[in-house]
């Protein structure tokens, strides 16, 4: 079935009903750890050069000191949907 597909949940058993709920996240999942590993490799090889490239690519700021306080991590964190903390937390355990 593509991203595009009509479905007609009425139409659909409770079986069809939770496969069409839990694919897509868990391919996003997967595709999240991937990115995260990437990521974490990336930065445990090149440190702060390799966060100064993420920053300029994500946030598209340059980035002049890279210590974050404690409140700045905090607000970060609640920002972050409980998938992604979750795929962050698998992909860390896999290093």
Not at 21 to 47: F, Q
Not at 65 to 87: N, T, Y
Request: proline content about 1%.
């Amino acid at each position: 079935m593509s991203f595009n597909t009509i479905i007609d949940w009425n139409g659909c058993s409770a079986d069809q009903q939770q496969q069409l709920l839990t694919r897509p996240a868990i391919s996003a999942s997967d595709s999240i750890s991937k990115t995260v590993t990437e990521i974490l490799n990336n930065v445990k090889a090149n440190g702060d050069a390799a966060l100064r490239e993420y920053s300029a690519k994500f946030d598209k700021t340059t980035v002049a000191a890279l210590q974050v306080s404690e409140a700045e991590i905090a607000a970060a964190g609640e920002r972050l949907s409980d998938e992604l903390k979750q795929a962050m937390a698998v992909a860390v355990k896999k290093h």
